[in-house]
């Protein structure tokens, strides 16, 4: 009796052991068929929206000096050209004027040369005429004398006489001549220094205007402001670095720069296609495009990233903002025609065996497949598979 109840107790441990290693690996409990389909190489990356680059402004001032009016504030929307502050400028006013006063004096001395030698020398050529007819006059009377002379009817001393009188008048020619090339060179010489001031101090009046301008600061761009470094009655001093105002954001420029491990740079080319999103609107989905990988490395925790900068396709506008975390999925390629199966569907033995369960009939057979790529839930098979087998899912 106590030999029976003995193989009967081992008898059931036995069958409770099996029942309890039965449970720990159990079969599947439905099925689906192997197809094929597209399947998609994902690099999944975090990163950031950014401004573009020139979609980020910082407004400053190049002249020194108390700002006396501040027009804009944080949150505020700004046009290009939009004027944003005034400082302090009585002085580079008054430099303004006075270099505009010695413009105009320049002006009226050009035109007072203008006036007086054209004259001058016009007088000269007169006078110059004048004699030129006297000595026409004095040379008809010299012929004359000569005629007279030669009948003797006149002595050898007036004769001289009016040969001296020629001589002289042809002297006095020469000087006046002389005295009108002397006045035309001096009239070129004047016209050259008068427009020569005219060019000094219209660029004198123009600099002052220039420094006047910097005193007037304006939005180079539009958007908003998102930040306001200097208040209305602060003083500023320019030097090297140009005292900044305000700082302009484009809203309508951003783009997305994400980190990607240095295991997956060799996979991302530019023009391939990617996904976004952002912890503020986590159910919506942003298109974008690779635009470009910056050629620096970027280390964080001994770990090596290259910069990916994405262009957002979709509009984004009132939605996105700088700085905004955005989780970047990047299709970095593309198989059609391929099997796959459900991920959930394949399973890793101890060898480290991928393996899926095939059913026949109504049974289960386990199989070692190669597997390929995976992506939203689906897994591609290299071989083990053939399409329309059913696998089960677990």
């Known amino acids: 009796m106590k030999k029976f109840l003995f193989l009967f107790l081992f008898f059931l441990f036995l069958f409770t052991g099996c029942k309890k290693k039965e449970d720990k690996n159990p079969l599947p409990k439905e099925s689906v068929k192997v197809k094929r389909g597209t399947i998609y190489l994902e690099v999944s990356a975090t990163g950031a929206v950014k401004p573009q680059v020139g979609a980020e402004v910082k407004v400053g001032a190049r002249i020194s000096g108390k700002v006396e009016r501040l027009f804009v504030t944080q949150g505020d929307k700004v046009k290009a050209g939009q004027l944003i502050a005034i400082i302090e400028h009585e002085d580079l006013q008054n430099e303004v004027d006075r270099a505009y006063a010695n413009y105009r004096d320049a002006l009226a001395n050009m035109g007072k040369v203008k006036r007086v030698y054209p004259d001058k020398i016009s007088a000269q050529k007169k006078r110059i005429e004048a004699i030129k007819t006297q000595l026409e006059q004095i040379e008809r009377e010299l012929k004359r004398y000569e005629t007279l002379y030669k009948d003797g009817l006149i002595s050898l001393t007036d004769l001289e006489r009016m040969e001296r009188d020629y001589k002289v008048k042809i002297a006095e020619l020469e ?32 600099e002052a205007k220039v420094k006047l301008s910097y005193a007037f600061v304006y939005a180079p761009i539009s958007g908003v402001v998102s930040q306001v470094t200097t208040q209305q009655g602060e003083t500023v001093v320019a030097g090297l670095n140009a005292p900044t105002f305000i700082t302009v954001i484009d809203l309508s420029k951003l783009q997305v720069e994400c980190y990607v491990d240095e295991t997956d740079i060799g996979k991302i080319k530019e023009g391939q296609e990617a996904t976004f999103t952002v912890d503020s609107y986590p159910d919506k989905i942003f298109r974008a495009k690779v635009r470009t990988i910056y050629p620096g490395a970027i280390i964080k925790n001994n770990v090596v990233f290259y ?13 996105l903002r700088p700085e905004m975390t955005a989780h970047v999925t990047i299709i970095a390629g593309k198989k059609e025609n391929v099997l796959i ?14 393996y899926v369960m095939v059913k026949k009939g109504d049974k289960w057979e386990k199989r070692i497949v190669k597997v390929g790529w995976e992506s939203e839930g689906k897994t591609e098979i290299i071989s083990g598979l053939k399409e329309g087998e059913e696998v089960g899912l677990w």
């Open 341 to 354: 199966v459900p991920s959930q569907a394949v399973k890793i033995d101890p060898q480290g065996n991928y």
């Open 307 to 319: 910069d990916v900068v994405l262009d957002i396709l979709d509009s984004y506008e009132n939605i």
């Open 175 to 206: 000087s006046e001549k002389s005295t009108l090339s002397a006045l035309i060179s001096e009239y070129e010489k004047e016209l050259e220094r008068a427009e020569a001031q005219i060019s000094a101090t219209k660029n004198a009046w123009e």
